[in-house]
């Protein structure tokens, strides 16, 4: 065999490998894209790891009939209330006119947020760090033009807060509570009073710590609430109901 | 599959060499046809510049978004992986955003191209991965994943300055390189999955078909501002088909869009629907980096086409590509690593400078803002209860019911004529009982209509004959909701164009 031959028989032989390296990373790749359809069409395992955030496309997962904000605060020992996100510095808004911490829904890094802001900013010494859920129907964010051939009445923008995270000075986080829509949600497939929130008292929690959460404490927060119709009991009573007339409208 | 242009190269020719080409055969062809680069060139050239945009706006804050000194938010600690990845120092943070600018710039030009993305991919990745909250989403994975099938492929083989510079060297290339075709294929198959998946999470989502969730989707304020989107919540019926166009579009994607006119339709539907969601949902980067992948569908057939086209907006040049002498390759091969090494230096000292905190101004870092103690006391106003207003999101009035929504919007009717009353719900709601009750100008109840509306429900409708025994004049339609006004519309009924009209009481 001369030269000429090895040469050839070595670059076949690299072409082989070449193709099979090809050939691995193809397969690889389409594998993975695949794996990550079937999983998201089954709704299996696609939390399982932070790679699979990169295989499902899961680009439309239904958005609520309310719009929502966080606001992160800090109570100080002067008694006086500061705002922790955004910080002082900085106006930054990443796709519209939200704030970079209104995009934690599950407040997974609000106390990191706080801890940064506090770091950075002459903080007066903080009693307690709370973390409150604003909720309105978003049908108030509509334009005028809109609005009006929905109602004629002028709008009245209505704003529902919740707790939804205690933090001690330090950020750790002390108490976590559902969102307010999460609550909605289980109030309407509930006719019975949902389990209230565990008492203060009972996880051994400072006096000062137990007043910040008075929104939620010593109040039955999960009973069904009386709209008006006098005394019934019912969420909406049959009061109103006469005996049927032949209706105009069905 | 196959495009027309691309050709063999003999190893896979020899590979393909069997007496009838099956499936294996075209797999084979469909991956390994060696063509010239333009349409990964093509992304190379786009999608940085989408980047840029992207990556520039947080350069100031990179220390505060990806590092130890400010709040960085991991997308690994949402997954339970906790200290996945390094969070760099704030200084590290500030030099890894400015190599990634000078980086994407080098990308876009073709300098170092298979460096350069490489590095784009690395650090894009892997600082997005540490900000979940205000960098990393959907199409950051896009950009990720485009990113790598760039840097598996030699997209800087043509309209480069690595192709220039390559022109101008020892041995000059008679003709534009050609190679293996697979990084553009699976760039092709990225897309087309990418809307597969997105059609399955809309099928998986039922009230996806029925515009409900859709609609309020158009009213979301999460992403840009979005007026038309908006205006488009008083059309639902064309929410409604436009969401079973997308889906059948999304399927259909990658079945069609390899050739012929189902390439041009497929990709031209797409531009339409990204644009579409640009106005209608805010969307800006996303339709940007997805449209980018669109640039791998182009072949060289496509760019022969257009250059005869251009050629006669061209003047000929002859004069021939003079090489540059080694020390010149040689300075230019310094230049990249001087370069990337100056502009870090120049970006730590422009950061400190800008002082992202504050923390070295005159007056001292910055104090925090006060709050409105009123402001407070409302806030911490527990309210679990929802207003029965706030259950009711519109009171629409029309001619017909078409997909389920009322049409033909009015509120000026005519005797005999009948009326469409449709009260939309804000879910979560509970079982309700929903009255839409006919009111006269002297808000007299004329007639009191119910409804039981199950917490699944989102729409209740009514209709109203408005019959002749109502006179002419001005009415009002009612809507009550446990037992309290919610929404009261006007309308306006004028006499029958026809003299007499015999018209049912009810049905």
């Not at chain 2, 992207?54 to 505060?64: D, I, N, P, S, Y």
């Not at chain 2, 002749?468 to 006499?495: H, K, N, S, T, W």
Request: neutral net charge; aromatic residues 10%.
């Amino acid at each position: 065999m001369g030269a000429n031959g090895v040469d050839s028989g070595a670059r076949g032989w690299l072409g082989r490998i070449r193709l099979w390296a090809v050939s691995v990373v193809i397969v690889s790749y389409l594998g993975s894209l695949g794996y990550g359809i079937v999983c998201h069409t089954l709704n299996f395992n696609t939390a399982s790891h932070p790679a699979m955030y990169f295989v499902v496309w899961d680009m439309f997962c239904g958005w609520s009939a309310y719009a929502n904000r966080l606001h992160i605060i800090g109570e100080g020992e002067d008694g006086k209330y500061y705002e922790l996100a955004p910080g002082p510095w900085t106006k930054f808004t990443p796709f519209g006119d939200l704030s970079r911490h209104d995009y934690d829904p599950f407040l997974n890094h609000s106390s990191d947020i706080v801890r940064n802001c506090l770091k950075h900013t002459r903080a007066k010494p903080m009693r307690r760090l709370l973390v409150i859920e604003e909720y309105w129907a978003k049908k108030y964010n509509l334009p005028d033009s809109v609005w009006t051939h929905f109602f004629d009445e002028t709008r009245k923008k209505y704003s529902y807060f919740q707790l939804r995270q205690v933090m001690a000075p330090c950020g750790t986080i002390v108490r976590r509570f559902p969102s307010w829509l999460d609550r909605q949600s289980q109030l309407v497939v509930s006719a019975q009073p949902l389990p209230s929130h565990p008492d203060s008292s009972s996880v051994g929690l400072s006096s000062g710590l137990r007043a910040t959460m008075r929104p939620l404490d010593g109040r039955s927060s999960g009973l069904m609430p009386s709209l008006g119709g006098g005394s019934s009991p019912s969420l909406f009573p049959p009061a109103d109901f006469e005996p049927e007339r032949a209706p105009l409208a069905q | 599959m196959a495009d027309p242009a691309p050709e063999l190269n003999q190893a896979a020719a020899e590979a393909l060499r069997v007496p009838h080409r099956g499936p294996r055969g075209s797999v084979r062809e469909f991956f390994l046809a060696e063509e010239v680069p333009y349409g990964l060139a093509l992304c190379r050239m786009a999608l940085p510049f989408v980047l840029l945009y992207v990556v520039l706006r947080r350069w100031g804050h990179a220390r505060e978004f990806f590092s130890t000194d400010g709040a960085s938010a991991p997308l690994a600690d949402n997954y339970g992986y906790f200290n996945m990845l390094p969070v760099p120092s704030g200084t590290v943070a500030v030099v890894l955003m400015t190599l990634l600018v000078v980086l994407l710039v080098t990308t876009v030009i073709g300098w170092r191209t298979r460096i350069s993305v490489i590095g784009c991919l690395v650090i894009y990745t892997h600082l997005n991965m540490l900000d979940c909250l205000s960098t990393f989403t959907k199409y950051s994975v896009i950009a990720s994943h485009v990113l790598l099938l760039l840097s598996f492929s030699r997209c800087g083989a043509v309209w480069s300055v690595d192709a220039w510079l390559a022109r101008r060297g020892a041995t000059p290339p008679v003709a534009p390189p050609r190679f293996p075709a697979w990084p553009r294929r699976l760039m092709q198959l990225l897309i087309g999955l990418i809307y597969l998946g997105a059609a399955i999470t809309k099928i998986h989502t039922p009230t996806f078909f029925s515009g409900d969730q859709l609609r309020f989707w158009l009213m979301t304020d999460v992403n840009n501002s979005n007026p038309m989107g908006e205006q488009l919540t008083l059309y639902p019926v064309a929410v409604v088909t436009m969401a079973y166009i997308s889906v059948v579009w999304e399927i259909l994607f990658v079945f069609v869009a390899w050739r012929g006119h189902g390439r041009w339709i497929m990709l031209l539907l797409g531009v339409g629907f990204h644009l579409g969601t640009r106005q209608t949902l805010g969307l800006f980067v996303f339709p940007l980096v997805s449209m980018t992948t669109y640039l791998a569908f182009i072949n060289a057939e496509d760019v022969a086409r257009w250059r005869v086209r251009l050629a006669r907006f061209r003047s000929k040049s002859d004069s021939g590509i003079t090489p540059l002498s080694p020390t010149w390759h040689q300075r230019l091969a310094l230049a990249f690593p001087a370069i990337l090494l100056v502009a870090s230096v120049l970006g730590v000292e422009l950061e400190h400078q800008l002082d992202p905190y504050g923390i070295r101004r005159p007056q001292g870092a910055h104090e925090l803002v006060e709050i409105d103690p009123d402001r407070v006391e409302a806030m911490l106003e527990s309210n679990p209860v929802i207003r029965p207003e706030d259950l009711v999101h519109s009171l629409e009035m029309g001619e017909m019911l078409v997909g389920g929504y009322v049409i033909g919007h009015k509120r000026t009717f005519r005797q005999g004529e009948k009326l469409f009353a449709q009260c939309t719900l804000n879910p979560p709601h509970p079982d309700l009982v929903i009255e839409c009750n006919l009111h006269d100008s002297d808000n007299r109840l004329l007639d009191r209509v119910h409804q039981v509306v199950p917490r699944e429900a989102f729409r209740a409708n009514f209709l109203y004959v408005l019959h002749d025994a109502l006179a002419p004049g001005e009415y009002a339609l009612v809507v009550r909701c446990g037992g309290q006004e919610v929404a009261r519309r006007r309308i306006v009924l004028e006499p029958a164009t026809d003299a007499v009209q015999s018209a049912p009481v009810a049905n």
